[in-house]
């Protein structure tokens, strides 16, 4: 419980993951005031990792990805503005305005709107183009799948892999066309990448690494997508996964400091008294790894959630630092992928279980003499172990050592 | 307190493992495998933590 004084309405705004870790954040920790939550989409908030997999292959229907049951959205007490965007917020009146013009009065606020599917030119006057990020949109693509034959998936980044296997599961020619040399090369170094490649390759899903989209092709509706060098893959379905922007539009004049994502401190709260932010849109220093970051994954979006709401009910003197080792995975084909901590390509890698031929390994990432980072194909027991020698700042050295004695 | 696990929803994350390890085992098989499935009051805390953070929110816990 907390002890400060608890606000009298807080409103969360972005219904998702991170929105209502937040809100069921605030019951725990006894707060009894109003709570009102607004999510531009219209249904109650539900687990989006399955619409890239499970739902798109049609295994399952929405009804499985709800998040909670009815009963315990009653019991959080909850007034749901839904299907309702926020178009602005006053900091100094404390007030959020939504798209009907309605300020809605705050003393606590959390941003959780999330990011949004970045677009490409050229995409929104042809039929049969897709992004993928809400259920409405999954639904869209998935009954194209039911027709199609010939899939083109444009990025080859965790959404667009977990598209592309859904869509060879489902028994259709997939293409991927990846701009970079090799796939998640931004982020991780490129053997890892590889190992992702290889997933599909073995699949025989046509990958194409190093090669950019000049346009697509047809009249009305998709026909193909047109590469750099003017060459042509044929696709009655176009998937684009580039990545996705944080949805601060909607703060642009309040004057919160905005880049790439809200700017928050190390205890998720904003430069706004009463607001902090949680999930895909906040920006924060973690001081564990010694950097700023924002990161998109579910299971941030439910610590982060926590940590925001649990930051609003505390006093300036009670604030904590939020600290999280990083975790996300992805499941594709039989392989599932889990990655904890921090990677980037430059990063020293050591794989010190199993072997990426067989597809089945974990490898560790070192910078500056530390463990950064663990990835695991296939190897769940094995990843999760090292969760706690990164938060304790494992040397890597201790790291493989450890490694070599389990 | 029970344990419950919808298996048709576990992917072998591990994540509850890492919380409640008494509870919870994936093994070199990565199937998951529930170690006690009725834990005693005291560890009520991690388990409601497990459910929380499961990423396919695949565990619940029956009051019978």
């Known amino acids: 419980m907390a002890s400060a004084a608890p606000p009298g309405r807080v409103v969360v705004v972005g219904a998702s993951l991170a929105g209502l870790s937040a809100l069921e954040t605030l019951r725990q920790e006894g707060f009894e005031g109003e709570l009102i939550a607004v999510g531009a989409e219209t249904t109650l908030p539900y687990d989006r990792p399955p619409l890239s997999k499970q739902v798109l292959q049609g295994h399952w229907e929405p009804d499985k990805i709800v998040l909670r049951e009815p009963g315990q959205y009653d019991a959080l007490g909850v007034t749901w503005h839904l299907g309702r965007r926020a178009t602005g917020l006053d900091v100094s009146a404390r007030t959020v305005t939504l798209d ?93 990448g590889a190992a992702c490649a290889a997933l599909h390759l073995d699949q025989g899903v046509d990958l194409r690494c190093g090669v950019t989209v000049a346009g697509f092709e047809g009249e009305g509706r998709v026909s193909g997508v047109r590469l750099g060098d003017g060459s042509v893959v044929e696709a009655d379905v176009v998937v684009v996964g580039i990545g996705v922007v944080p949805e601060t539009g909607w703060l642009e004049s309040s004057g919160l400091p905005l880049e790439n994502g809200v700017v928050c401190d190390s205890t998720c709260a904003t430069a706004a008294p009463g607001v902090v932010a949680a999930g895909d849109i906040a920006r924060w220093p973690n001081n564990l790894f010694g950097e700023t970051m924002r990161v998109e994954h579910w299971s941030n979006a ?30 594709q084909y039989d392989a599932k992928i889990q990655f904890l901590g921090r990677c980037c390509p430059t990063d020293e890698v050591r794989i010190v279980d199993g072997s990426i031929e067989e597809r089945r390994f974990v490898a560790l990432f070192g910078r500056d003499g530390r463990l950064f980072g663990a990835l695991a194909f296939n190897r769940p027991r094995l990843l999760m172990a090292y969760r706690k020698l990164l938060a304790a700042k494992t040397s890597f050295e201790d790291a493989v050592a450890h490694a070599q004695g389990s | ?48 933590e497990a459910v929380r953070r499961c990423p396919t929110q695949a565990i619940s816990i029956a009051e019978d």
Request: glycine share 8%; net charge negative; hydrophobic share 45%.
């Open chain 1, 100 to 192: 009907d013009g309605e300020p809605l009065a705050y003393d606590g606020l959390v941003i959780a709107t999330g990011a949004t599917p970045r677009r490409m030119p050229g995409t929104s006057e042809l039929a049969g183009i897709h992004v993928l990020r809400t259920l409405d949109e999954c639904l869209a693509l998935r009954q194209e799948l039911e027709s199609a034959s010939r899939v083109c998936v444009v990025g080859a980044g965790f959404i667009g892999a977990e598209v592309a296997a859904s869509a060879r599961v489902r028994g259709l020619d997939v293409t991927v066309l990846e701009a970079l040399p090799s796939p998640l090369a931004r982020a991780f170094p490129a053997e890892m």
């Open chain 2, 1 to 48: 307190m029970r344990v419950v696990v919808d298996f048709d929803r576990c992917q072998s994350n591990a994540v509850c493992m890492d919380v409640a390890p008494e509870i919870f085992e994936v093994r070199d098989d990565n199937f998951l495998y529930i170690l006690d499935e009725k834990p005693s009051e005291a560890l009520r805390p991690k388990v409601e």
């Open chain 1, 302 to 331: 439910v610590e982060q959630g926590t940590a925001a709401a649990k930051r609003l009910l505390a006093g300036p003197g009670d604030a904590v630092d939020f600290t999280p080792v990083p975790y996300f995975w992805s499941d």
